[in-house]
C-alpha cells in the first residue's frame, strides 16, 4: 500500500524567505502525487499534482514541487514566503484508481 | 463554476445522539467521496461513490456510519449513534472520475463536536 510522511509538523518562515515543505512517499508503482493547502475554516484546495509527465510540477501562488524517485521524495518549495501562504499543507500520494492516502500535514507559519 | 457545497457547517451534538450531513457535488462529476479529517490529522477516507454505486467503504464504521447517493448526484452521511471520537471535520470532495489521477474538488466541511 502507497503512503506518505510528511517530515515535519510545523514550519516557521519569515517573510520574504524561502519555503520548505518536505515530503517523502512510499509506493510499489508509479504514483501519482499532489499538494493540498488548507486555509482556516476552508475547503482543501489543489496546489499543483505530479502525474509521470515533467518531474518539476509547478503549481498556483508561486509554489512548485520536484519528483525525486531516487529519493521517494516530492518536495514543495517557494522562494518567498507570503503573509497569506500561512495554513496547513498536505502531501498526498494515489496509486491507480486507489483512494488517495493524505500526509499528517505541515502547518507553515509566517513571520512578519 | 459552484464549487461543493456542504450542510450545516457546524454542529454540537451529545454523544449518543444521531447526526446527518449533506453534499452537492460539482454539477457533472461522478465520483463523490466523504473524509473525516480530526484534528491534528490528515483526511481519512470514508466512502467513495460512482455514481449512485459505492466504490470503497473499508474504512466507514458501518455499525454507527451508513451513507447514500440514491440519484447519483447529492449524499448524506449519517452517525447513529455519536460517539467522543467522531469530534471531527467531515469533508465532501467530487471529482469527473475515479482516476487516482483526478483532481478532488473539496468542500469547506462541516465540523462536528461531540459532547
Known amino acids: 500500500a502507497q503512503s506518505v510522511t510528511q517530515l515535519d509538523s510545523h514550519v516557521s518562515v519569515s517573510e520574504g524567505t524561502p519555503v520548505l515543505l518536505r515530503c517523502n512517499y512510499s509506493?510499489?508503482?508509479?504514483?501519482?502525487l499532489f499538494w493540498y493547502v488548507q486555509h482556516p475554516n476552508k475547503g482543501l484546495q489543489l496546489l499543483l499534482k505530479?502525474?509521470?509527465?515533467?518531474?518539476l510540477v509547478k503549481g498556483i501562488n508561486g509554489f512548485e514541487a520536484e519528483f525525486k524517485k531516487s529519493e521517494t521524495s516530492f518536495h514543495l518549495t517557494k522562494p518567498s514566503a507570503h503573509m497569506s501562504d500561512a495554513a496547513e499543507y498536505f502531501c498526498v500520494v494515489s496509486v491507480g484508481n486507489t483512494p488517495l492516502v493524505f500526509g499528517k500535514g505541515t502547518r507553515l507559519s509566517v513571520i512578519a | 463554476e459552484a464549487g461543493v457545497a456542504q450542510s450545516p457547517r457546524y454542529k454540537i451534538i451529545e454523544k449518543r445522539q444521531s447526526v446527518a450531513f449533506w453534499c452537492n457535488p460539482i454539477s457533472g462529476h461522478a465520483t463523490l467521496y466523504w473524509y473525516q479529517q480530526i484534528l491534528g490529522q490528515g483526511p481519512k477516507l470514508l466512502i467513495q461513490f460512482q455514481n449512485n454505486g459505492v466504490v470503497d467503504d473499508s474504512q466507514l464504521p458501518k455499525d454507527r456510519f451508513s451513507a447514500e447517493r440514491l440519484k447519483g448526484v447529492d449524499s448524506t452521511l449519517k452517525i447513529q449513534p455519536a460517539k467522543l471520537e467522531d469530534s471531527a471535520v467531515y469533508l465532501c470532495?467530487?471529482?469527473?472520475?475515479?482516476?487516482?489521477?483526478?483532481?478532488?474538488?473539496f468542500g469547506a466541511g462541516s465540523r462536528l463536536t461531540v459532547l
Open positions: 470532495a467530487s471529482s469527473l472520475s475515479s482516476s487516482g489521477a483526478n483532481v478532488l474538488t
Open positions: 509506493s510499489s508503482y508509479s504514483p501519482s
Open positions: 505530479y502525474t509521470s509527465a515533467a518531474t
